[in-house]
C-alpha cells in the first residue's frame, strides 16, 4: 500500500514540476534590474527592450525580429551592421524577449508603432529597416503609419505576402492559453530547429529558445498575434506606388515561408523591387548563410 501511494506521489510531483517550467516568471522590475545587456524604455503599452550601437552615426539600420524569437536572432548581423559602423538597433517587440507582455491585442499595428515610439525616443528621423519573417509584417505597417521615416525595407523570408482570413473574435481564453502550452510547449523549442536547411549545424539553438517559455504571458502573445493577422495587400500595394526602395531576400531551401507559394503575389503587389535568393540556406539566411547574405546586404542593399 505504502509502495502504491509513494508512486502516485512521485508521478503527481513529477507532472506538476514539469507543469511549473513553463510561464513562471513576470517581467518586473526585479526582472528587468537584473537583465544585464541593452536598456528599457517605457512605452505607451509597456517597458520595451533594446540595444543600441554607434549612436554616433547618421546611418541607421532598425532590426525587427520574426513570430517568437526576439531580437537575439539578429545577432550575426546586428554584430556585422555594428562593425560597419551603422547606428544599429534591435528591440524585443511586446511579448517577446525581455520586453513586457502586455495584456492588449497583438496587432501589426501596435509593434509598429512600439517601434516608431523607440525611434521617437531616441530622435531619429530616418532610417532603413530590415524585418525577418514575422517581422516583415512590422515594417510594412511602420511604412504605412510614417512612410517618411523610412529609408529602405528589407524582407527577409517575410511572412507578410501570405493570405490571410480576419478573424472576428481575437480574444484569447484561459483554455486557448492552457492548451496551447500543454500541447505546445513540450515540442516547441525543438521545432524552431526545422528554420534551418541544415538543423544539425545549430545543436543548442532550441536550448536558448527553452528560456522564453519561463516568462508569463508568452503563450497568449503568441495566440493573439496569430489571430490579429489580416492581409497587408492595401500596404504593400502603397509602399510600392510611393518607389520606396524595397528588396526581399529569401533562403533557396525556405521551408515555413515558402518562397515558389507567395511569389505571384509577390510580383503584383511590389513588381519593382529588389530581390536576393540566398543560396544553401532555409528560412534564416542571415545566419546560414552569412556570408552571402552580409555581402549582399551591406555590398547592395545599403551601399
Not at 555594428?82 to 547606428?87: H, L, P, T
Not at 517581422?135 to 493570405?163: C, H, M, Q, W
Not at 472576428?168 to 492548451?179: F, H, R, W, Y
Request: net charge neutral; glycine share 4%.
Amino acid at each position: 500500500m505504502f509502495k502504491k501511494y509513494f508512486l502516485i506521489f512521485i508521478c503527481l510531483t513529477f507532472f506538476s514540476c514539469k507543469k511549473n517550467t513553463y510561464e513562471y516568471i513576470t517581467k518586473d522590475e526585479t526582472f528587468r534590474d537584473s537583465t544585464q545587456t541593452g536598456f528599457f524604455t517605457e512605452l505607451s503599452h509597456g517597458f520595451t527592450y533594446y540595444e543600441i550601437e554607434n549612436r554616433k552615426s547618421d546611418n541607421v539600420l532598425v532590426f525587427i525580429h520574426g513570430y517568437s524569437v526576439p531580437s537575439y536572432i539578429w545577432d550575426k548581423t546586428y554584430n556585422a551592421a555594428k562593425e560597419k559602423g551603422f547606428k544599429a538597433i534591435r528591440i524585443d517587440l511586446y511579448g517577446r524577449g525581455y520586453s513586457e507582455n502586455p495584456m492588449v491585442e497583438y496587432s501589426d499595428s501596435l509593434f509598429a508603432n512600439q517601434v516608431i515610439e523607440l525611434l521617437d525616443e531616441l530622435e531619429i528621423k530616418n532610417a532603413s529597416f530590415i524585418g525577418l519573417s514575422n517581422g516583415g509584417r512590422v515594417i510594412t505597417k511602420v511604412a504605412d503609419i510614417k512612410p517618411n521615416i523610412v529609408n529602405k525595407l528589407v524582407y527577409v523570408s517575410s511572412s507578410s505576402f501570405r493570405e490571410h482570413v480576419e478573424i472576428k473574435d481575437k480574444s484569447v481564453s484561459e483554455l486557448e492559453i492552457s492548451n496551447f502550452i500543454e500541447n505546445n510547449y513540450p515540442t516547441i523549442s525543438k521545432s524552431q530547429l526545422s528554420d534551418f536547411k541544415n538543423p544539425e549545424n545549430y545543436p543548442k539553438w532550441d536550448d536558448k529558445y527553452e528560456t522564453l517559455l519561463k516568462y508569463k504571458g508568452f503563450a497568449r502573445a503568441l495566440i493573439s498575434t496569430r489571430k490579429n493577422h489580416v492581409n497587408l495587400d492595401f500596404e504593400l500595394k502603397e509602399i510600392s506606388d510611393s518607389n520606396m526602395k524595397v528588396y526581399t531576400i529569401w533562403g533557396d531551401s525556405d521551408s515555413v515561408v515558402v518562397y515558389n507559394k507567395i511569389k505571384g503575389k509577390l510580383n503584383k503587389l511590389i513588381p519593382n523591387r529588389f530581390e536576393y535568393i540566398v543560396p544553401n540556406s532555409g528560412h534564416l539566411p542571415h545566419i546560414e548563410n552569412s556570408k552571402n547574405f552580409e555581402e549582399y546586404l551591406f555590398n547592395v542593399v545599403l551601399n
